[in-house]
């Protein structure tokens, strides 16, 4: 059922009709409306007709364009329903819960469409809206809408499981929370990032790819215990190292990440000078972990004669190198801040993500969801 008229049926016209049509919705434009008629005649298979045929028709116009008082004042003396914006119509016209998101999500990417006279579709995958009844929203524990730290495109957070740190996830990069609170204390605790030497341990997922191609001076390493520490694996970017033992020389990395690492190291007490070395002064190791607060670090392992040993039932986390996954060694408490400053010199702090608005908007929401920026003093 055709059901609305978008006045200006130029570059704007066009974007919106792009809107619909990449959701199969273009059937839903009425017309275009625009003093140019005979010239444009029709975008797509929708008709462009002059104001004056269409203002007593008294379907709902969108006005495409800001702040267009002219318009609305005729539309508003003719006793016609009109909106500034695709958004409260979407609200109030879509019934649909899955057409609704479709053009809601394809709409948040038209952002400057809105208010100036060149719309702009950006980020959008068009695959997403020929698949998305495979997504299963109606089945979703969570569903929000907002603006992925790691993509930075305008997205959907989605997750068919109730724990949200390793099922809630971006739409479009599939990033997981730990990865946006890391990209977003990365860029708000180091901004110049993309300039600097970054080293990031066992990598993996979307801020993986992010780094790669955004960082120029990027480099990554992994560790088997087969080969020889310092061994590159793919060119001088990735190299083979123990975290209790790198090959780097002292001082060489602006940053150093770690991302759910340092629960499975065998000998803390000796991982964490060694990322201390090499920093520079001023270098900040920023990683994830999961923190138990209110109780002390327990360890699940000891170490004898350079083997370790369970103390505790094992539990094996995903590891990229190995599909047996990785053991973890310990739980930590926030007790373990004391073992970095006080022992290796460094100054930390904890940032967490408590709910806000921003937050949920940035997908961050989760257990566990703390990333520890630890700084070299």
């Given amino acids: 059922m055709n059901q609305i008229i978008i006045y200006g049926a130029g570059n704007i016209g066009i974007k919106y009709y792009e809107v619909f049509q990449r959701c199969g919705m273009e059937d839903m434009i009425y017309a275009f409306c625009d003093r140019n008629y005979m010239e444009i005649k029709k975008i797509g298979e929708v008709p462009v007709y002059p104001y004056e045929e269409l203002e007593a028709l008294n379907i709902p116009f969108i006005i495409a364009m800001a702040m267009h008082e002219e318009v609305c004042e005729q539309l508003e003396n003719a006793g016609n329903i009109y909106y500034v914006n695709l958004e409260k119509w979407i609200q109030d016209y879509i019934k649909n819960d899955m057409d609704r ?17 060149e719309g702009i579709l950006n980020n959008l995958d068009k695959g997403i809206f020929e698949n998305i009844n495979a997504l299963k929203l109606d089945k979703a524990v969570k569903i929000y809408g907002g603006t992925c730290p790691c993509c930075k495109k ?98 060489v990395f602006d940053v150093f990440l770690t991302q759910d690492v340092l629960e499975h190291v065998n000998e803390p007490d000796k991982v964490f000078p060694e990322i201390a070395r090499v920093l520079k002064k001023g270098g900040v190791h920023i990683f994830t972990t999961p923190l138990y607060p209110f109780r002390k670090t327990i360890s699940r392992i000891q170490m004898e004669r350079g083997k370790r040993e369970c103390v505790l039932p094992p539990i094996y986390h995903m590891n990229p190198v190995d599909q047996n996954g990785s053991l973890v060694t310990y739980e930590w408490g926030y007790d373990f801040l004391d073992l970095i400053d006080k022992n290796v010199g460094m100054e930390s702090k904890i940032i967490e993500f408590p709910n806000s608005k921003e937050n949920f908007e940035n997908g961050l929401e989760a257990d566990f969801l703390q990333v520890i920026v630890s700084k070299k003093i």
């Fill in 154 to 251: 305008n997205t959907l957070f989605i997750s068919h499981h109730y724990w949200l740190r390793d099922h809630y996830k971006c739409l479009f990069c599939k990033s997981i929370p730990r990865q946006r609170a890391l990209m977003k204390v990365l860029e708000t605790e180091v901004p110049a990032w993309r300039n600097l030497r970054i080293h990031e341990s066992s990598p993996s997922g979307p801020t993986f790819h992010v780094l790669k191609q955004q960082c120029s001076q990027y480099t990554y390493s992994y560790w088997y215990e087969e080969k020889a520490l310092g061994e590159s694996l793919e060119g001088d970017i990735v190299t083979n190292q123990n975290l209790e033992n790198m090959i780097f020389e002292d001082n």
């Fill in 101 to 117: 998101i479709k053009l809601q999500i394809v709409y948040s990417n038209l952002k400057t469409g809105e208010c100036e006279s």
